[in-house]
């Protein structure tokens, strides 16, 4: 079996000078349990491979690495809100699975007890209703960040080729406002429930 990193420091200490010590009767050798021994995290929720992993004897097990030994999130998983909760009872911490990924909180260091927690995203089973000059009408899933536009749901939905683009509805609880593609500028918003009419051309 090969050796690494505290187990080669005490091999070369029995292999050495001090392991050519003559022992004497009476005389005990103790050997120390890993502090870390017993340690674990648990991480939990949309987790490909949710449970506990063992906090390895050098005791460095950062966030970032528990989340891949545990397969990462699932596709149904809130990929922005990803708690922390520490075993000293202080107030947990939430981050984005991209900053754990790329960032700093990718680097915190976990202790045994401390769970990792990632929830359903709140936009599953929701989306937008299409109607009117497109190929799919009907429900258009939100996606799951929560981030969509008027233009990103009429390029999934598909324009008919009697699609006038120059006038598009949003309609949002009682509210409806017109939208004229064609000279847009700005980003608009959806919000799960819209409902999205595209008129026909009159010719």
């Not at 022992?23 to 870390?36: A, C, E, L, T």
Request: some cysteine; hydrophobic content about 40%.
């Amino acid at each position: 079996l090969g050796l690494v990193g505290s187990e080669m420091c005490i091999r070369d200490r029995v292999l050495g000078e001090k392991g050519q010590r003559l022992m004497n009767p009476g005389d005990q050798i103790i050997v120390s349990k890993n502090r870390f021994a017993g340690m674990a995290v648990s991480v939990e929720g949309k987790i490909s491979k949710p449970g506990t992993l063992a906090i390895p004897k050098s005791g460095r097990l950062d966030l970032a690495t528990a989340i891949v030994l545990a397969g990462g999130l699932t596709a149904d998983a809130d990929r922005a809100r990803v708690e922390l909760i520490s075993s000293d009872g202080s107030k947990s911490s939430i981050f984005s699975y991209a900053a754990i990924l790329r960032g700093n909180a990718g680097k915190i260091r976990l202790r045994g007890g401390d769970r990792v927690l990632v929830p359903q995203s709140p936009f599953v089973g929701l989306g937008v209703t299409m109607q009117g000059a497109v190929m799919k009408r009907g429900l258009l899933p939100f996606p799951l960040d929560g981030k969509f536009t008027l233009k990103s749901a009429l390029t999934r939905a598909g324009l008919s080729d009697l699609a006038n683009e120059k006038k598009v509805e949003v309609t949002r609880a009682a509210n409806t406002t017109r939208y004229n593609m064609k000279d847009l500028k700005t980003d608009i918003w959806l919000h799960p429930g819209d409902t999205i009419k595209v008129f026909e051309r009159l010719f």
